[in-house]
């Protein structure tokens, strides 16, 4: 159909739904030409008089589209047309969060290549997937989005050079009469039953999208200003979530007026939001009422601290889709949260708002993308295995959506808090991502996902690397080992680097975990690889079952994970003789490194006995790492174990005492610097690390 008898059929359709009470919101797939796409998409755009939002510069590089990354922004934001732009990347996540805006009756488009170019089409963004080297040949993810697009009667398809697919208007069931302002009972019974006549102090408010959270959320609050006489604070992690809140504020407080973008006042009484790290919430009292929205994307360790002071909590979230942290929030804060607040209320909201009961729209993504069961729950308690594990087997990543495949997200977004639908593109179209399932009849109740490293594919690089000079894209415990032991060899050794583990509850502690890893071992020894490793937020429980598998600590993490509050540990388990021959070095430098770590203890593993070891490979290794930190590639905090080995072993008399004397006090103050800078009347982070690298170098001259 030409593009302008497309257009015409497009407006006309439009129009209908714009016109008709009740109609469901549509999915519209538009393929073809980047042209083609531009064409139609300029065309709906004019056609819309309401808000819309366009995600993705390739096709629309101007300022009027956002970049992909901005989808995290636009929680609480409504939109009755909203485009994704899929030329710069498929990011189910992105597309999670759009359909999530869109209101009732609205219209959500996405713009691809043409569906005979798309699966092998190479995207502008790959870096969420694809490691330093690799090249997509084709897509399974894609080709399987194809599929579900073709066979779904609720899409409409505008392709390029093909008949035009309008699906009829779907109608929705009107919703049960409510009393003003609420739009459905569900909303209305828990209101009432926050603000009653002995309101609830603590609660948590959790749904999926578009059931309201944020709107009731600022019920609450403008029920506070206008009955209770309270002022609150709102937090969230993107200040955008603000105006959700404010407009469900002014259904119950109509006469407050916003007096800045964050504030919203009422007589004596305001509500404000405040950004995570603002001082006036370390400094709560048990009289504040403080309301957190999309709780599940906040830190955990910034959750705990927000929620320890003030005297009531009200916290909303999202617990499934794009976010992924939702299953994380139930296992890791909430029994924290009913420790110290005991009478804290858990609310679900099912009904929807923001679109109709049944929306064909929501339930296309949750199907394609396998989401349907992946709701958060609680842990099972008490449940036997109905089966015994039968078998192992590979995943057949070109048998997506297949009864096996369809348990795969569930399993690990119910075991790993930062597993999101992205995880689907890295599962299926990463090159060198692999999974191994283990089976129960035809139950998947264990998985685990690991990825090819190293090799010929950093050979370029590998200097660069081993010198810190160079950090490239994935690849993370080739380039953690070769930085580790300043080894250009090490970079372009084979690593399967296991990414994912994941057990049902019911078939843990019965060594189903272990057999997947020792059946991995051996499929990597069979392929020649030289190492498997992982790396996982570290607790002295998780430590000892990775070395119950007999994996050896190799690399603790400097910095605390933003998510979970942990540092993390590299650990490696030697398949071959080219790592095997580097164990002993790996021990003492892991040694070094936990010499001197802010928080040693809590690896639960190894200790520094071995930190100060004398031998030919581990001075050479110290050694040229510290001339690294001098020539600039490696920074002074990443050698910092090595700087205490060279103080404690190398250092003689000959050699300037005030330059042992600096080196030696920053190695007592490593943790706390800005001490180090008041006692050499230092301006600071910067100008300390310099000054302390003037005077490693004038022992490493005399070395």
Sequence with gaps: MPTDKTLAALSEWRASHQHTQLAHRQLLVVSGTAQYCKNVVKHLFSLCHDDTLLLGKTLFPENTSRGMGAYRTILGTEYALAVVDSFEAFRPNAILAVAGTVTQGGLLVLCCPDFAHWPAYQEVSTSHYLSYGEQLQCSVLRTAMIEQFKTDPSVAIAREHHPLILPQIRLASARPETTLPFKTTEQQTLFTRLTADKPVHNALLTADRGRGKSTLLGMIAGHCLAIQNKSVMLTSRYAESVSQVFAGLLLTCPKAIRTDRHRMVYQDTSCQWLPLDHPALTTLDDTDVLLIDEAASIPVPQLTALCSQAGSVLLSSTMRGYEGSGRGFITRFIPWLRQHRPDIEHHELLSPI????????????????????????????????????????????????????????????????????????????????????????????????????????????????????????????????????????????????????????????????????????????????????????????????????????????????????????????????????????????????????????????????????LNDKIKTCSVNILHQVVNGSRSLQHARGSVAWFVKTQTTSHMNAESIAVVRDFISDVNATDALARRYKLSGKRETEAWVTKHLSRLLEAY
């Excluded at 993504?365 to 308690?381: F, G, S, V």
């Excluded at 997200?409 to 991502?433: F, I, K």
């Excluded at 021990?587 to 010499?595: A, C, D, K, M």
């Design 354 to 613: 923001r679109w109709y009961e049944g929306d064909p729209v929501e339930r296309f993504w949750y199907q394609a993308l396998c989401l349907e069961d992946a709701r958060p729950a609680a842990a099972e308690k008490g449940n036997e295995p109905i089966n015994q594990v039968s078998h192992y087997q590979p995943l057949v990543k070109q048998q997506y959506h297949d009864a096996t495949s369809r348990q795969l997200l569930p399993l690990l977004m119910q075991a790993h808090y930062q597993t999101t639908a992205d995880e689907l593109v890295r599962l299926y179209d990463a090159p060198t991502n692999n999974t191994l399932l283990a089976m129960a009849d035809k139950e998947v109740v264990g998985v685990i996902n690991y990825q090819q490293e190293g090799g010929a594919l950093l050979q370029d690089v590998a200097t660069g690397i081993a010198s810190g000079a160079r950090r490239v894209n994935g690849h993370m415990s080739a380039q953690g080992l070769s930085v580790l032991l300043a080894s250009a060899s090490i970079a372009t050794a084979t690593f399967w680097r296991i990414n994912r583990i994941a057990v049902l509850p019911r078939y843990r502690r019965q060594g189903v975990a272990s057999r997947l890893i020792h059946l991995l071992a051996e499929q990597a020894r069979q392929a020649g690889i030289d190492a498997l490793t992982t790396s996982y937020g570290a607790t002295p429980e998780l430590t000892r079952f990775w070395q119950t598998n007999r994996f050896l600590p190799a690399k603790p993490g400097l910095k605390r994970d933003a998510s979970s509050g942990e540092y993390s540990l590299l650990m490696v388990l030697p398949l071959s003789e080219r790592i095997g021959v580097e164990q002993a070095l790996i021990t003492q430098r892991f040694s070094q490194e936990l010499l001197l770590h802010p928080a040693a203890d809590t690896f639960g593993c190894g200790s520094a006995d071995t930190a100060f070891n």
